[in-house]
């Protein structure tokens, strides 16, 4: 298998490195993403990793491990994980301009109960990008998403509904709503001066 893709010079701490994974199927998906890095001049690891047997859900369920590595391997610099089918249209670095320790994409809907009649808001997170800082509470967070994928006894599908759990439960850990220019959506539904946008791989390429 062919390994990473990297842009990082070995030895520097960059305020950010761009971290994301793919499968031997999505590398194509990930050169186009490193293409889009270099020329806009964000530092990028983009971590090679062979499927084996795994299935999609497998998969996006490595997230927080994926996350948990490059603090490892980049002890002093920020990480913004992008999925691999997105695009970048400029420098992300304005996106660490933010209060707080996670940044991600956040959506509140309305929807009505049935009985007994009434409204209810449910909150969407996306990890499709997001912004972790360097930091133990951090740290704390992913390995509970990584624990919690691994117990919950719900049904998941992807993996976002453990990490909302888990930062619902994670005190002291303060997490801020993503501009939306970086978080990732998708291409058709993007304003123009968006700087991530996103294509879904999965609805052309299959999730398996």
């Not at 842009?7 to 971290?19: I, Q």
């Not at 948990?68 to 913004?80: H, K, V």
Request: with cysteine; proline share 6%.
């Amino acid at each position: 298998m062919l390994g990473d893709i990297v842009s990082v010079n070995g030895g520097t701490s960059p305020p950010y490195v761009v971290v994301g994974f793919f499968t031997p199927n999505y590398r194509p998906l990930a050169e186009n993403l490193s293409k889009d890095l270099v020329e806009t001049q964000n530092p990028h690891h983009l971590i090679a990793r062979d499927k084996g047997d795994s299935t999609w859900r497998n998969v996006v369920h490595w997230k927080p491990d994926i996350v948990l590595e490059a603090m490892d391997l980049y002890p002093e610099s920020n990480i913004i994980l992008l999925d691999v089918d997105c695009s970048v249209r400029g420098s992300l670095l304005p996106a660490l301009d933010f209060p707080g320790d996670i940044s991600a994409r956040s959506k509140l809907r309305l929807t009505n109960h049935v009985w007994p009649l009434r409204q209810k808001t449910v909150l969407h997170i996306s990890s499709r990008s997001m912004v972790f800082r360097q930091n133990a509470r951090v740290r704390k967070f992913l390995a509970d998403w990584r624990d919690e994928l691994r117990t919950a006894t719900y049904y998941q599908g992807g993996c976002e509904m453990a990490m909302r759990f888990v930062i619902m439960r994670s005190t002291g850990l303060a997490f801020c709503p993503m501009d939306p220019k970086y978080s990732g959506l998708e291409v058709d539904q993007a304003t123009a001066d968006a700087i991530v946008v996103h294509s879904s791989a999965s609805r052309h390429a299959g999730r398996n």
